[in-house]
């Protein structure tokens, strides 16, 4: 099996499984219990916790643990949200490309009375920083953007952004759950006022993550109950997961530049090879982009057909988002960067580790092409196209 669906999650590092059986084995008090086998589980706790807050530049106060990337989103956005509220500030600015976490909390907030700004992000599906600066208002308290888009990778301008709302006194949150893990994050240099983490992205478990949140933003409890997390998020604490989410950071963070630069090397030899195919195109800009990240759009193709025929040939792939696949509508992303709702249904999405080898490189384009003009040559809309009967769009 060749698996390229990395930003869906990751296989769950060997370091990680290691570094949390014995808080399963030997070391599984509850940390909030006060005899022995309870300390030593809360002393591991604050090691972690202090561990993660060093590895994103914050201190460990400002790290809370939580269920994973859509349960930070969802907190990071209500506090927000309540902050707001109190100041009579009403007002929140996002983009159209973000995860379902973020946009599907947002519209709620718009059912309670809140305006939602959602930025356009052009066909590079990179937002503009002057169009952030020209959407706050005297009103506006959050400025919501992704560190990294999770269907077609590209990189927002973090730090500029976040530079502009702390000059303008306008909370600032990204969801980093594609980035963290990926690329160097500092949430003090990137000006970030709250960060949403997910374990499972970066070679962690699943279902666990992390909200970081600038001293001095209060945030509002999801979860009512016991007084872990500082009192802001109930429920005894996953400290297996926890450990093991802090042992994945450590071990993807380390030689980092290296490791990009390979998977830098393998997806652009996915991406020259791919777009060798006609009437094909790639996703996002070029270079703004994860190492890892190469997202495609065929003319004439249905992503799904594609994507059970690779399987078929033992390549794990994705057409864009996890969350998005098993519904018929066409990914936000894809139509947010101005593809047409065709060609928005024939798209692509590969997504490589660092355990992925040139070989499979080369067979994966090789399968990619053949399953492409299997599919086209089964397909009336491709021969319409062909003869003339309906315009190429890609
Ligand atoms: C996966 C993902 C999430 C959701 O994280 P979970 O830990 O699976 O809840 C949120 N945002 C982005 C960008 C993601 O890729």
């Not at 830098?264 to 777009?275: A, E, P, T, V, Y």
Request: hydrophobic letters at 40%.
């Amino acid at each position: 099996m060749i698996y390229l669906d990395n930003a869906a999650t990751m296989r769950t590092s060997e370091v990680a499984i290691d570094a949390m059986m014995p808080y399963m084995r030997t070391i599984y008090g509850n940390p909030s219990s006060l005899h022995s086998a309870g300390q030593q589980a809360n002393e591991a706790l604050f090691s972690a916790r202090e561990k993660l807050a060093a590895l994103i530049g914050a201190t460990f106060k400002e790290v809370y643990f939580t269920s994973g990337g859509s349960e930070s989103d969802n907190q990071a956005i209500i506090s927000a949200a309540r902050i707001g509220a109190r100041k009579g500030k009403k007002h929140i600015i996002s983009t159209k490309i973000e995860h379902h976490a973020v946009l599907h909390t947002l519209e709620k907030l718009k059912n309670n009375g809140f305006e939602i700004t959602l930025l356009d992000v052009g066909e590079s599906g990179i937002v503009s920083v002057e169009d952030v600066k020209n959407a706050i208002r005297d009103d506006t308290i959050l400025v919501s953007v992704m560190y990294a888009n999770n269907e077609i990778g590209t990189v927002q301008p973090i730090a500029e952004i976040g530079k502009i709302c702390r000059e303008k006194g306008v909370l600032f949150h990204t969801d980093a759950v594609q980035a963290v893990g990926h690329l160097k994050i500092d949430v003090q240099t990137d000006n970030i006022d709250l960060m949403s983490i997910s374990a499972h992205k970066f070679g962690g478990p699943k279902g666990v993550g992390a909200l970081y949140a600038r001293k001095g933003v209060l945030l509002t409890s999801l979860i009512e109950g016991g007084a872990q997390e500082n009192n802001k998020r109930a429920g005894t604490e996953n400290l297996p997961a926890i450990v093991g989410m802090v042992a994945a950071l450590e071990k993807s963070l380390d030689d980092l530049d290296r490791k990009n630069a390979y998977l830098k090397k393998l997806r652009d030899m996915l991406i020259d090879g791919i777009l060798e195919i006609p009437h094909s195109a790639l996703n996002g800009d070029r270079e703004k982009r994860l190492s890892n990240n190469a997202s495609f759009c065929f003319e004439a193709i249905e992503g799904e057909s594609l994507l059970l025929l690779l399987s078929d040939k033992g390549i794990c792939a994705s057409s864009g988002s996890a969350c998005t696949s098993g519904s018929l509508d066409p990914s936000h992303v894809l139509l947010a960067i101005g593809r047409v709702h065709d060609v928005a249904h024939g798209s692509l999405r590969l997504t490589l580790s660092v355990d992925n080898t040139m070989e499979e490189v080369e067979y994966v384009i090789a399968q990619v092409k053949w399953v492409v003009e299997y599919l086209r040559n089964m397909s009336p809309v491709w021969r319409d196209l062909v003869e003339g009967k309906r315009q190429f769009i890609l």
